[in-house]
């Protein structure tokens, strides 16, 4: 059964960086696209950023696009959302899944990932 596990989350002041890890039990880990999804308290879970199976295309929310990264190491099984430039409105939990279907793009709606990780909680201080 595949797993996805998050980490990297935490505190940081507004201005600040963060990075997310999530690393993906399984063999067939390249052949997925993956996304990262947040939800902050009271809100409906939200796309942030997704990455093709094999790296070469990536997608954003515009309200990340030029702060935040996506990126994958298809030989570490790791999927990673470099995130700079952190705002307030950044804090929420983020979650990283793992498309329903291979060889995929980047799908941006939460109803296109089947596999979800346990999140990690991202606070941004003004």
């Known amino acids: 059964q595949v797993q996805l596990v998050e980490s990297g989350g935490g505190l940081v002041q507004a201005g600040g960086s963060l990075r997310l890890s999530c690393a993906v039990s399984g063999r067939t880990f390249s052949n997925y696209a993956m996304g990262w999804f947040r939800q902050a308290p009271g809100k409906e879970r939200e796309f942030v950023a997704a990455i093709s199976w094999n790296g070469g295309g990536t997608a954003y929310a515009d309200s990340v696009k030029g702060r935040f990264t996506i990126s994958r190491d298809n030989a570490k099984n790791t999927v990673y959302l470099q995130m700079n430039t952190l705002k307030p409105e950044d804090t929420a939990a983020y979650y990283c899944?793992?498309?329903?279907?291979?060889?995929?793009?980047?799908?941006?709606?939460?109803?296109?990932?089947?596999?979800w990780g346990q999140g990690t909680q991202v606070t941004v201080s003004s």
């Open positions: 899944a793992r498309t329903s279907f291979t060889f995929v793009a980047t799908p941006t709606h939460a109803f296109l990932y089947n596999v």
